[in-house]
């Protein structure tokens, strides 16, 4: 994605990408890792989620970056706590590919949001 995108815009385009509902809530923040024990940064302290919504229209990509050594989380669904790691990529190839957003790598199969309860 372009890095004037929104953290609002990075929601929808990872809810697109795994076919999620888009109904529950949802957060970003930045940590040293995914576990519920490291200490994590909320990237918006507000409340309510129309204040979250419009914190996340109001936070650019490029005011994300650089990290150092933490890195960004989107936590959908709070009770499933679908976690997501989003890495910003470093190279002339994200360049090239600007014009539109993209995945440009995943790991693993993609989550299954509602899955059957006849396992």
């Not at 004037?4 to 385009?13: C, E, F, K, W």
């Not at 076919?19 to 995914?34: G, I, K, L, M």
């Not at 009770?79 to 590919?97: H, N, Q």
Request: proline share 6%.
């Amino acid at each position: 994605m372009d890095d004037t995108a929104s953290l609002l815009d990075l929601h929808g385009m990872i809810q697109d990408a795994v076919s999620f509902d888009r109904d529950h809530p949802f957060e970003f923040y930045t940590a040293n890792s995914a576990s519920p024990w490291a200490e994590k940064n909320w990237i918006t302290l507000a409340e309510e989620l129309d204040e979250k919504v419009d914190a996340f229209a109001g936070t650019q990509l490029k005011h994300i970056w650089p990290l150092g050594r933490k890195k960004l989380y989107y936590w959908f669904d709070f009770g499933d706590a679908w976690i997501f790691e989003i890495r910003k990529m470093r190279s002339t190839k994200a360049d090239a590919l600007l014009d539109t957003p993209q995945i440009i790598g995943r790991v693993g199969p993609d989550p299954e949001q509602y899955p059957s309860c006849d396992a």
